[in-house]
């Protein structure tokens, strides 16, 4: 057993990885998917499964305590109920979550659950079938909603809507959005558009968590801050009065929140990245391929986590964090 511990020259502890099992997507929302250049991953280079189980089990001997696994569409890649089972008996992992776009939810909740899965994060930019169509390029809004009620009514503890804002996107539906926190015990996640791997970001998109706020505030009436749980990511929770979930809230651009960043991430195709703004990053596979033994890898990963940047860097070009990679091949 190995008793190193996942910590960064800061002092962070590094307790959350968050894997992009694929990086293909059955959805093409236009704030992810690059505008020029977007060629899929060779299915060689994505880490198969017993490659991700081997370093999930190294790192939760050195501390790791959550994992999310995201994408691209983590859904659409085979075999992947039986291998949240398997993330989950791992000793160590507590929680295992994760983040879909909802297309095919519906058929795979029941499955979610018996893999031992609880915790869901669902992305959903808008409630209304046409534009949900022009955002993602596919006419799913029914499949997406049909999986939400899928998890409620299968009783899964936490289940989260993330909703990207874009100014002339759907910032008209901030209100709307927020309201089914009232209805339902779903907690809604406003996020700042980010720029990322070429997406049609601008300045003038971006709609700052303090304007969403004062929308809701004006519509719904106060938003009472509430504590945040226990491996709890960025975002700023809050409720509206008698309602049965929350709202919180991402910045990554107007409050970042790197002081308290507990979060590594896992590359589609194995790389090890220690910020969603840097682009620097650790070839897991690489090493992993040419025979590491297991302390050889669990070394690797933990000199590289003491090299995570204490920010991102403030330099770049669009004046705000950017990272170039696809945000499909990182997983958000
Ligand atoms: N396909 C899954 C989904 O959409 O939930 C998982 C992968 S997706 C890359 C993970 C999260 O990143 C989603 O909640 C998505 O809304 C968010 N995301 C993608 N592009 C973004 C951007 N430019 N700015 C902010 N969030 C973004
Ligand atoms: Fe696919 Fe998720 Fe990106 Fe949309 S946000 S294109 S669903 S990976």
Not at 86 to 99: A, F, H, K, M, N
Not at 171 to 182: G, K, N
Not at 312 to 330: F, L, Q, V
Request: aromatic share 6%; proline share 4%.
């Amino acid at each position: 057993m190995n008793s190193a511990k996942l910590l960064d020259q800061y002092g962070r502890s590094l307790t959350y990885l968050r894997i992009s099992l694929t990086d293909r997507c059955n959805l093409r929302c236009t704030y992810c998917t690059p505008q020029h250049n977007f060629t899929h991953i060779h299915p060689r280079e994505i880490l198969t499964y017993e490659e991700l189980l081997r370093i999930c089990g190294l790192l939760a001997e050195m501390g790791l305590k959550k994992v999310r696994c995201t994408g691209g569409e983590p859904l659409v890649r085979q075999g992947v109920l039986p291998f949240l089972e398997r993330l989950s008996t791992i000793p160590g992992i507590e929680e295992v979550c994760l983040t879909t776009n909802g297309v095919l939810l519906e058929d795979s909740a029941q499955g979610l659950w018996d893999a031992g899965i609880r915790h869901i994060n669902v992305s959903l930019d808008t409630l209304r079938p046409e534009r949900f169509k022009s955002i993602t390029g596919r006419d799913c809004f029914g499949k997406v909603w049909a999986g939400i009620m899928a998890l409620l009514d299968l009783g899964f503890d936490k289940i989260k809507i993330n909703s990207v804002v874009a100014r002339g996107m759907n910032d008209d539906e901030i209100a709307a959005l927020a309201s089914l926190s009232q209805q339902y015990p779903i907690e809604v996640r406003f996020i700042e558009f980010m720029p990322v791997g070429h997406n049609k970001w601008g300045k003038q998109l971006v709609v700052e968590v303090a304007e969403m706020q004062s929308i809701i505030e004006e519509a719904l009436g106060t938003l009472r801050p509430v504590a945040s749980e226990r491996h709890a990511g960025p975002a700023r929770l809050f409720q509206l009065e008698g309602a049965k979930g929350k709202v919180g809230f991402i910045s990554p651009l107007s409050q970042h929140f790197c002081s308290t960043c507990n979060r590594i991430r896992l590359t589609s195709d194995g790389r090890l990245r220690l910020c969603l703004f840097s682009d620097f990053e650790y070839d897991v596979k690489g090493i992993m391929r040419r025979g590491a033994s297991d302390q050889a890898l669990s070394r690797f990963l933990l000199d590289a986590v003491q090299n995570k940047p204490e920010n991102y860097s403030p330099e770049s070009k669009t004046g705000c964090p950017s990272c170039t990679r696809a945000m499909g091949t990182i997983g958000g």
